[in-house]
């Protein structure tokens, strides 16, 4: 891990919604960083476990931040997104694409 997260202090005339989109930023760094550690192959199990439940719990924080931002900037209250998969039957069984 060769990053380092910048410390910004927030000042009076910054809006709410950019502070979170910037602590939004900021997760996703450190998301991003533990995710290296828990790759790298002299991590325990141990602690990629806990690394994973961490990165997890910050997931749900982001999303619930990113809902914020968006109802601060008046936009919809929930956005879902579909996934079609299809899956094509071949002499050798199933395929997904």
Known sequence: MTDIIEYR???DDQDTAGILDRQLAACADLIGNLSQYVMRSDTSVE???SFMDRISAMLVS???VGKTTARLRGGTEETRHRMIVEHVKTGEGMVES
Request: with cysteine; aromatic share 0%.
């Open 9 to 11: 202090p927030v000042t």
């Open 62 to 64: 982001c999303a619930t």
């Open 47 to 49: 602690t990629c476990l």
